[in-house]
């Protein structure tokens, strides 16, 4: 069960390095997917700073978390998508339900309930 659960962290890595390294390489068109727009080059850097240090953060310290078996790095990309998650909440209660919203709350929900098993099958 342990080697099925570094996979699956290991592709939730992947994963969140990889959109983080979109909005590096191309911040406007990796912002569209996530129904933002950047305004101007302050915009720009805005997307380029803030989308790629969470999501890589988030997905090195999987990485690292698969790789060494280490449960403790998982807790870094664990309280980002529960911080996440929490405001999609808010925003559920503040701002209503749109046709959008279900699908990406359900992915972090997952990626959560794999990053917490695995933190506690590596903690044996």
Do not use: W, Y
């Amino acid at each position: 069960m342990a080697g099925l659960l570094r996979i699956l962290v290991g592709v939730i890595a992947l994963f969140n390095i990889g959109i983080g390294l979109m909005f590096l390489a191309n911040p406007a068109g990796a912002a569209a997917g996530f129904f933002l727009s950047p305004v101007g080059i302050q915009g720009l850097a805005t997307l380029r700073a803030d989308f790629p240090g969470f999501f890589i953060t988030g997905g090195v310290c999987a990485l690292v978390g698969a790789l060494h078996k280490d449960g403790r790095a998982l807790l870094v990309p664990m309280l980002l998508l529960a911080i996440a998650l929490a405001g999609r909440f808010v925003s559920l209660a503040l701002d209503g339900m749109a046709p959008t919203a279900v699908p990406p709350m359900l992915v972090e929900a997952a990626m959560i309930s794999v990053l917490a098993l695995a933190r506690r099958s590596f903690g044996r």
